[in-house]
């Protein structure tokens, strides 16, 4: 028998977690009443992420769908700080679970600033931050390149003493030194992956069919990616991983548990399944008790060599 789940020291009930920005708890409550909160389908809620300033986000169309999943160029509409906590704080800090609250700046400045106000909020059990988000131009700037993700890390991480998780995207030459780097500088986890850069195609007329152009692809079509990089990056780090990409079912989640992950992110299988991340933990449960869960990732090491 296994002991308790903790990651970055709190203790979870599960490992089923979602994907930042794939499932709007606030508007989840209006529509579920309290039964939401009686069986919340994670384990630990991350928030979509937070920018200083508000945001209107990118012009629509913002979602495409393809073979095995989405395209999603959203463009990271939010209140802002001030409004963040004044409006969804509090809501979010009824949610029977720990909240994580995932962050973006376009500077080391602005995140420097997110981090300092989140550290003040006993409500934040932890904050990610988004170096990853392939829809705005400063987006990916930080979190493709080690040094840079590096400096960043010693600039904020000196700010809190809360768990720090480092979200990294795929769109990078070599993402697990990424990781390594962010490690080295601090953070207390790494989330990975977030969306693929991608483009649809307009069925009528062949041209970028969303408002920016480009988007990101998460969903099925994403999930040998995922795997394969947390294997990757299970390899060069010690911290704990927070595995996602293209998870519809227990398998799925065993197999990134099995790659190197400590916990495992459901995201666009929210969309059309809310109670997805419920299923999700109740499939690997019954997957772990009968042990056909994949053998410990030292096991499959060799594999990838
Ligand atoms: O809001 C978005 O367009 C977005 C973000 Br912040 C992100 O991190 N990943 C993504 O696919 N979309």
Redesign the pocket.
Known sequence: MSGPLVFCGLPLAHPIVNG??TFDAIAARRVFGDALLEDFPFSAFVSK?VTVEPRRGNPPPRLYEVAAGLI?????PNKGLDGYLAHDLPELARLPVPLVVNV?GSTRDEVARLVEAFDEREEVAALEL?L????VKTGLLIGTDAGETAALLSHVRPRTAKPLIVKLTPNATDPAAVALAAQEAGADAVSLI??LRGVGADPRTGAPFLGAGSG?V?GPAVRAVALGLVYEVARRVRVPIVGMGGVQGGRDAADLLGAGATLVAVGTESFRDPRAGTRVARELAVLEANSLQTAPFGAHAGALS
């Open positions: 930042s920005g992420t999603n160029s959203i463009g990271l973006m988004n990853s988000c392939p829809n977030n969306t990101g998460s």
